[in-house]
């Protein structure tokens, strides 16, 4: 008996041992086949990732070179080229001869030149710092900062034709806001102002009406950048006795060295590429006496009433390089600085 109940109770034994391996080499399988469920699944997941990677970045690559880029390289040609602009068989190579035409005054190149370099003086000199200061006093919690902002930031939300048609209201000789203010409206008196027919007041007025958008983006830009510095700084220069000036100057402005890249790059581009605004100022006559800017010459002499295409192509050209070489030059000069730091 005690041998039978040995060998009855070895059996269970082994067969207990029998089912363990079963079963652990049942959730084996399962646990395999559940990783391989899973990596497949990772795979297709990472498939539908690059997928949507690809779509995401090659649509809008696709946009800008088809919309930007190839038509920047069909004007580059096309500055090679006298053409009237309706059919390729009025298409003619003219080698350098529209270049020509830009550096020998024709029309007036030099005066829209100095123009567009007054415009970035004015603009890096006036509406920049202004901003800069409003945005300092915003920064120091005044009370009702927010509708400051509001306000201030107001001009930048519309477009610049839309500000173009508000300034235009107020510098109307007759009926406009300003000459009724200082009682300059009266067409047959002394003191009259035709403050956009007038050559030698038209550009600073429409310098004025630029000011009032470009000081309400720089401020937004600074204040942004005055937020994120960090709180240590202004403690430690306090404790280091100096006063808001200095410590403004001399450590917030070298902290916010990327948002002055930006605002400068920013200015040097509006400078160069101001349009709309002149645009509807000038009454839709880029040609205006005083209002002569590079942007205007390449619309009126590429889709004027005498469209000129090739001329107009080769000034869009020559803006072009000089865009680009002060902004690649300026980058340059502020990157290695920060190496040789």
Same mark, same amino acid.
């Given at each position: 008996m005690a041998a039978g109940e040995r060998d009855g109770r070895m059996r269970p034994a082994k067969g207990s041992g029998m089912a363990l391996i079963a079963d652990v080499t049942g959730k084996n399988a399962s646990s395999?086949?559940?990783?391989?469920?899973?990596?497949?699944?990772m795979r297709l997941l990472s498939v539908a990732d690059k997928a949507f990677l690809a779509v995401l970045i090659g649509v809008p690559l696709l946009a800008l070179l088809a919309f930007v880029w190839l038509p920047a390289l069909a004007s580059v040609g096309i500055s090679f080229t006298q053409w009237d602009g309706i059919g390729l068989s009025g298409l003619h190579w003219v080698g350098l001869q529209n270049?020509?035409?830009?550096?020998?005054?024709?029309?007036p190149f030099w005066p829209a030149v100095e123009h567009n370099i007054i415009w970035m003086v004015f603009t890096a000199l006036v509406p920049t710092p202004a901003g800069i200061f409003l945005a300092y006093q915003l920064d120091r919690k005044i009370r009702f900062s927010r509708v400051y902002?509001?306000?201030?930031?107001?001009? %930048? =939300?519309?477009?610049?034709? %839309? =500000?173009g048609f508000i300034w235009e209201i107020v510098y109307d000789p007759d009926h406009g806001l300003l000459n009724s203010a200082l009682g300059t409206?009266?067409?047959s008196g002394k003191h009259y102002i035709d403050w956009l027919g007038d050559p030698h007041l038209n550009l600073w007025a429409v310098l004025?009406?630029?000011?009032?958008?470009?000081t309400g983006?720089?401020?937004?830009?600074?204040l942004a950048g005055l937020k994120s510095v960090d709180p240590s700084l202004r403690e430690a220069a306090a404790i280091d006795g100096a006063n808001g000036r200095q410590t403004f100057l001399r450590v917030i402005v070298p902290a916010m060295k990327p948002?002055?890249?930006t605002i400068i790059v920013v200015t040097v581009m509006e400078s160069l590429r101001a349009f709309d605004m002149v645009y509807v100022l000038s009454g839709n006559n880029g040609s205006k006496q005083g209002l002569e800017l590079l942007s205007l010459l390449i619309t009126n002499n590429t889709v004027g009433e005498s469209p000129r295409p090739g001329y107009g192509s080769a000034l869009a050209t020559v803006l072009l390089v000089v865009s680009m070489a002060a902004i690649v030059t300026f980058l340059v000069?502020?990157?290695r600085k920060e190496r040789q730091a």
């Amino acid at each position: 008996m005690a041998a039978g109940e040995r060998d009855g109770r070895m059996r269970p034994a082994k067969g207990s041992g029998m089912a363990l391996i079963a079963d652990v080499t049942g959730k084996n399988a399962s646990s395999q086949s559940r990783t391989s469920q899973r990596g497949s699944r990772m795979r297709l997941l990472s498939v539908a990732d690059k997928a949507f990677l690809a779509v995401l970045i090659g649509v809008p690559l696709l946009a800008l070179l088809a919309f930007v880029w190839l038509p920047a390289l069909a004007s580059v040609g096309i500055s090679f080229t006298q053409w009237d602009g309706i059919g390729l068989s009025g298409l003619h190579w003219v080698g350098l001869q529209n270049y020509k035409n830009v550096f020998t005054n024709y029309p007036p190149f030099w005066p829209a030149v100095e123009h567009n370099i007054i415009w970035m003086v004015f603009t890096a000199l006036v509406p920049t710092p202004a901003g800069i200061f409003l945005a300092y006093q915003l920064d120091r919690k005044i009370r009702f900062s927010r509708v400051y902002q509001m306000a201030i930031f107001l001009p %930048v =939300v519309l477009s610049t034709a %839309v =500000v173009g048609f508000i300034w235009e209201i107020v510098y109307d000789p007759d009926h406009g806001l300003l000459n009724s203010a200082l009682g300059t409206n009266n067409p047959s008196g002394k003191h009259y102002i035709d403050w956009l027919g007038d050559p030698h007041l038209n550009l600073w007025a429409v310098l004025v009406a630029s000011a009032w958008r470009h000081t309400g983006y720089v401020m937004i830009l600074y204040l942004a950048g005055l937020k994120s510095v960090d709180p240590s700084l202004r403690e430690a220069a306090a404790i280091d006795g100096a006063n808001g000036r200095q410590t403004f100057l001399r450590v917030i402005v070298p902290a916010m060295k990327p948002i002055n890249v930006t605002i400068i790059v920013v200015t040097v581009m509006e400078s160069l590429r101001a349009f709309d605004m002149v645009y509807v100022l000038s009454g839709n006559n880029g040609s205006k006496q005083g209002l002569e800017l590079l942007s205007l010459l390449i619309t009126n002499n590429t889709v004027g009433e005498s469209p000129r295409p090739g001329y107009g192509s080769a000034l869009a050209t020559v803006l072009l390089v000089v865009s680009m070489a002060a902004i690649v030059t300026f980058l340059v000069q502020n990157f290695r600085k920060e190496r040789q730091a």
